[in-house]
């Protein structure tokens, strides 16, 4: 049978960063294969708002930047959490005055966790009436120790940093992804010095240059799955992002005994990336999951509890108490609709236990309006029994438009 290529748009953490930091870099930046959901168009949108010139030509953006102003609206981040967190380091950085929301469920994720050490480095924060209102304020950097395990966390800090007056030394206690470190170092030679978990952020100019993104691995997450699931025969999915520190979805996949082989291996822009295949490989074995293991992987929790129900055995992911706190309360989200399948999964303490049946039924899915809970109960309904309902899929617009093409090109 015929391999079957598929090519997916950016990587939406990278996406978000490439704006902002282009938006804050001498002359004019380019980039390639953006990230077409609509997170991405609510960062576009915020930074124009702020004086930011963003134009689209032939596929690539432009973006050029002279100087941030107050904007005269407030800034609507849409259902976008890193949007609303990374402004609110960058922002704050550049000495604007600005108010941003999102969605109702935006705005009942914590914003404590950024607000705190941005006030501590000497911004004038408050969060109000569901929305933040940030106020002119010139930062001076300092000593921050972040202890919440959170790249968004991490991310805004050293973009505040980025416009502080002093260098700030960031101690983190845990590891995340690390784009906007790679990024900078793209931008700027001597902006960052790290060692382990210690970055200091020297402020410094940026200059411009020509980003081209690799696909979505998270994209790619649920469209791996579902080619495990279904036993596709030599499905390969070309410039993927394989950034080590969000490959615990496929490393997982290997241990349960997937065939997955990753190939051409390559630098683009400092991010590793590389094709993936997906060969057939039978059913298979559920493990336990560590909660170290969790934070290379929080956006794909969701796919693989839906891939535990298809697996022989039982599955334990331990230290997921993060997954409440996303675009849904994806603990719960992803039990209520295992059950309602007739799975078997339930949340003790900070775990997900799920075992593995032989068949699931389809129902009415709820997907709490979020992206990722859609996408994974809609691979789901494919492989289930009976006829699946849904009350909202355009919440896949958020991160991944066309998720019905790209399934229908493995499935076709
Ligand atoms: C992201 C970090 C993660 C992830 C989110 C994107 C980023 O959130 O869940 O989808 O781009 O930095 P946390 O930082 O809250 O873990």
Redesign the pocket.
Known sequence: MKNKVIELSGD??LS?RALMLSAISKGVSKIGNLCDGLDVLSTISCLRRCGVLIQKKEEIYYVISEKFINPSQNLNCGNS??TIRLLIGLLAGQGISATLYGDESLMKRPMDRIINPIRKMGANIEFKNKKIHLNKSQLIGGNILNQT?????K?AIIMAALGAINKTNLRESHE??D?TEIMIKQLSQNCLNMAGRNIIVNPSTLKSRYFHLPGDISKASFLIAYACLSAASGVTFKNLLINPSRMGFLRILKKMGANLLIHNKRLLNGELVGNITVEPAGRLKNIQINSSDVINM??EIPILAVMASFSKGTMIVNGVS?LRL?ESDRVHSIIYNLNRMRGDARAVSDKIIVRGKKSMYNTSIKTFSDHRIAMSFYIASLLSHGKATFDNLNCINISFPNFFEKIDEIRL
């Open positions: 939406k953490s978000h959490g890193t395990s959170s790249a968004q966390v991310s995340s992804r784009h929080i956006d993060e996303k």
